[in-house]
């Protein structure tokens, strides 16, 4: 995927007052160069001096799993340039990591320079100790596109870099383990820069990384069945930023409670071919618990995990209300007398919030004769039959509001519903409370029609 860099209009002082975007993540590292866009293909540059004037484009990088980096390069003016994969800021004149460069204070050399354990002799570069060296990988020429590729292993920890000509046949690759003092986990950065005592010229185009290839998994639980210990489905969907399903994929399921500090591994499954997953889980305790579903990412596109709340709270026994929503929920309560289930939801003002209902058959015969109050105002609904439940759908503005649930039961007066043994689950997902770099809802597969109802 070539990732276009859409920086703001870079302005040239005597001082080379350079405006830091984030466009897509990269940043400006400005050391007295200069740099400029025009139809995706980016000019970075300096005019020399005896501080050794650079110019750097990075960004922040949380790798987990192998990956490549790319970019064409020409040499306007040979001097110095290089990817830089670094641990820590700054990018340039940073022995904290390895280099892939290009020019090497005017020669034609590519170069791969790191910290080496063969490095005997030591040395202070700058007042840093260091054990710099550098192999060559190949040999270019002023006013060539040449394609720098970067390989990355996590492991075993290895980098291999390759250069290939303009007919993308290659002329150079050099591969390695040995990097001291610096591990796969210590990569936090990496970035284009150019330098050198000597004026620097370079022409950089179609970058391509894994990096900006974003993804999202939607995550929600589903259980046809409303007794203690029964099956619960956690599903959703994993799919790149444009919505193209990501299939054969390993999902991980885990989950935590208030006073555990890691998250507990439950079960894992694979994507099909829509980029769908199903995991099943099987809970009997009481308590909150936080579900989460995790892709790790792969060479191609980043990584995605979101989370959802289940909340088990006991009343009595046998029986199971199961609410659904992207909204706070709290104060739920349960009417015998009444049969009224209430309780109240709150969510950022200006938004929207919704709430999903799953309710008994044996408590509900009918799905048509549930009342639904929000602030005592009756609330329309749709209603779909699904397995031995009714799940009831209903919208609402977000702010604070009051919830009541009028159930026509099927008790009989002399059998009331509070001698049957019920148990409330709450299933709030956290949109609103842990907001996590894309969201997106999987629909329910419905059983039964979908049935709009009016107030009556």
């Keep these: 995927m070539v990732i276009s860099l859409l920086f703001l209009t870079l302005f040239q002082t005597g001082q080379c007052e350079i405006q830091s975007s984030l466009t897509n993540g990269w940043q400006i590292e400005d050391k007295g160069g200069f740099v400029t866009e025009t139809n995706n293909i980016f000019r970075l540059w300096s005019n020399g001096g005896s501080d050794c004037p650079s110019i750097s484009l990075y960004k922040k990088i949380k790798p987990n799993t192998d990956f490549t980096f790319s970019v064409q390069v020409n040499a306007q003016t040979p001097e110095s340039c290089g990817i ?73 920890f290895r980098i291999t870099t390759s250069v290939f000509d303009e007919n993308g046949t290659s002329i150079g690759t050099v591969s390695t383990s040995d990097i001291d003092n610096f591990t796969f986990e210590d990569i936090k950065y990496i970035g284009l820069s ?37 099956t619960v489905n956690v599903l959703g969907t994993l799919s790149d930023c444009k919505g193209v399903p990501l299939q054969n994929k390993t999902v991980v399921l885990s989950y935590t409670f208030q006073g555990v500090n890691s998250w507990i591994p439950i079960s894992s499954g694979f994507t099909d071919e829509q980029g769908k997953y199903n995991i099943q889980w099987i809970n009997s305790a009481s308590g909150t618990f936080t579900l989460r579903t995790e892709w790790k990412g792969d060479s191609t596109f980043n990584g995605a995990s979101n989370t959802t709340s289940l909340s088990f709270f006991p009343i009595q026994n046998q029986q199971v209300f199961f609410f659904e929503s992207n909204s706070t929920v709290y104060a739920l309560a349960f009417n015998n007398e009444t049969s009224t289930l209430s309780f109240n939801v709150t969510g950022p003002t200006g938004t929207t919030g919704y709430v999903k209902t799953s309710i008994p058959k044996s408590l509900q015969t009918n799905g048509e004769n549930l009342k639904a109050y929000m602030d005592g105002k009756q609330l329309n609904y749709s209603v779909t039959n699904f397995g031995d439940s009714w799940v009831f759908t209903f919208n609402y503005s977000h702010s604070t509001h009051e919830i009541n649930l009028h159930l026509k039961t099927n008790a009989s007066p002399t059998q009331p519903l509070g001698n049957e043994v019920i148990l409330i689950a709450i299933v709030a997902l956290l949109g609103t409370v842990i907001a996590i770099e894309s969201k997106y809802w999987l629909g329910r597969k419905e059983k039964g029609p979908a049935r709009k109802l009016g107030t009556n």
């Design 84 to 156: 830089f994969v670094k641990s820590d800021l700054p990018i340039a004149g940073n022995f904290a990591g390895f280099n892939f460069e290009y020019g090497h204070y005017g020669e034609g050399l590519f170069l791969l320079a790191r910290n080496s354990t063969i490095y005997t002799g030591g040395q202070d570069i700058w007042g840093v100790s260091s054990r710099w060296i550098t192999d060559q990988v190949a040999y270019g020429d002023p006013s060539v596109w040449y394609t720098m590729q970067l390989k990355v292993s996590s492991s075993p």
């Design 194 to 230: 150019v330098w050198g005592y000597s004026p620097a010229d370079y022409l950089f185009r179609n970058i391509e990384d894994s990096f900006d290839n974003p993804t999202s998994i939607s995550i929600t639980t589903q259980s046809s069945s409303t007794t203690i210990g029964s």
